[in-house]
């Protein structure tokens, strides 16, 4: 079991059989009085973000999650095909449980996928991945002015702004954990 | 990296600091320190202390330096006032540290009504100090530091905010979770806005070390004051009743035990300076960095210090 003082960002706690992250905490106590800690919490289910406050001391359940690393193998519909490389096993998730993360995916690409009480519910996209640009406007040669960016988009639809010098058809360095440009990648 | 917004707070602190001793000096009061390590750190329910090992009998880091300071009020010090360091076990968010610096003053032959008087001159002192006017920014837009505040009663402000009636009221005090969740969902966040508010009439269970108000037993003499939704002193027409202390101490010390609290002694000189005689006082105990942030314009307590205790 976990307390109050265990929470953090990302502590994963389940609720009447629900698991949630903590998204924000705040302790707040009058000088006096009761400690509490207050908390945003994310239903690991749907999305939806919820607001309680614990007892400083209350007890909480961590949730039963695993994670295990698969490959991304494709895409039909609004289903996402994944396969463990070593057992071949395939699972399916559907699109709302990949949300955002769709944009860091391209074939093959090894993912953790995440499963509450054996159910796969999200994953987590590597911390960088490399993508193509499909589309991004000619950039000005000898402009190296570091502040000025453009936009670009890359081959799964994720827009970012890139520095001038990037060009069509490059292959770019994401880090998904703010979803912005981090190098280019020379091959 | 020290940022250098930073540099420039701790500088404001050092202004602060300077203008508050002018202000107790020309006021007649005198600067004291108190130890930091104590035998007993007071038995208050929500209030866990740091024990200290290897300093033979067993010692705690001070919450706060009151026990000390009314020693000194029954010595015969009239005026006096401290800046310390206190520090609080498991005490760690924007507003808290569980070590902080603390600003306490006392008068005797006074009362609360002193106490408040000096706050709000205080303040309003430190602000035109630091921003040239007493007037600060606050979330809801400017907040007026000009004396006299607004005064607002405990269970007045529970109406006024949270909608709480007189039975309702009631029902509260005696279930003291839901009280302080609805302090710090619905009323906390309201105080202080546009003008400081000093809430008083507290409920005589929150007493504390505070006397009960003459004119309305049921309630204490006891005061805080907040700013942009911050609690920023609690003040008290100081009990000088030993009996009446002592059964206090005891019945914390009791509900503690209860609780399976750590169990701290009753401060025994404390008392013993009580029943010697305590003239009646007023005092007031008032977070130095949670004023250097309303002042500085920031809602984080680690804007405030050299090194806060994620940076130790």
Known sequence: MYDTSNIKKGLKIQMDGVPFAVVEFQFVKPGKGVAFTRTKLKNMMTGAVLERTFRSGEKLEPAAMEERQMQYLYREGDRFVFMDTASYEQLELAEDFIAENQYYLVDGTMVDVLFFNEKAIGITPPTFVELRVTQTEPGFKGDTSSNTTKSAVLETGLEVQVPLFIEQDELLKIDTRTGGYSERVKK | ?312
């Not at chain 2, 035990?257 to 105990?285: C, K, T, V």
């Open chain 2, 1 to 312: 990296m020290i940022a250098s917004a930073k540099l420039k707070n701790l500088e404001a602190r050092h202004r602060a600091l300077r203008g508050l001793r002018d202000f107790f000096d020309e006021r007649g009061f005198i600067e004291v320190e108190t130890p930091t390590l104590v035998r007993s750190p007071g038995t208050e329910l929500h209030i866990e202390a740091l024990e200290v090992v290897g300093a033979g009998e067993r010692r705690y880091l001070h919450p706060s330096p009151e026990y000390a300071m009314k020693r000194l009020l029954a010595a015969g010090m009239t005026r006096i006032f401290q800046v310390c360091k206190a520090y609080r076990r498991g005490e760690l968010g924007h507003l808290h540290q569980p070590e902080f610096s603390m600003l306490e003053w006392y008068r005797s032959e006074a009362g609360s009504e002193a106490m408040i008087a000096d706050t709000e001159a205080l303040v309003a002192r430190l602000a035109e100090l630091l921003c040239g006017e007493a007037r600060i920014g606050g979330q809801h837009g400017p907040i007026d530091l000009s004396p006299p505040w607004p005064r607002l009663g405990v269970q007045q402000a529970f109406e006024r905010f949270a909608g709480t009636g007189a039975a309702d009221f009631a029902a509260l005090l005696d279930d003291e979770e839901r009280f302080y969740r609805v302090l710090l969902e619905h009323v906390e966040p309201r105080l202080g806005v546009g003008r400081p508010t000093v809430l008083e009439r507290y409920p005589a269970q929150m007493a504390s070390l505070a006397r009960l108000r003459s004119d309305d037993p049921s309630v204490a003499d006891r005061f805080e004051v907040y700013v942009d939704g911050i609690e920023l002193c609690n003040g008290f027409g100081e009990l000088t009743d030993a009996a009446e202390q002592r059964r206090r101490l005891l019945a914390e010390q009791a509900t503690r035990r209860q609780n399976g609290q750590p169990d701290y002694p009753i401060d025994e000189r404390f008392l013993s300076a009580l029943e010697a005689g305590m003239p009646e006082s007023g005092g007031n105990a008032l977070g130095l960095d949670r004023l250097l942030m309303l002042l500085l314009g920031t809602r984080d307590i680690a804007e405030v210090l050299s090194f806060d205790d994620a940076a130790i």
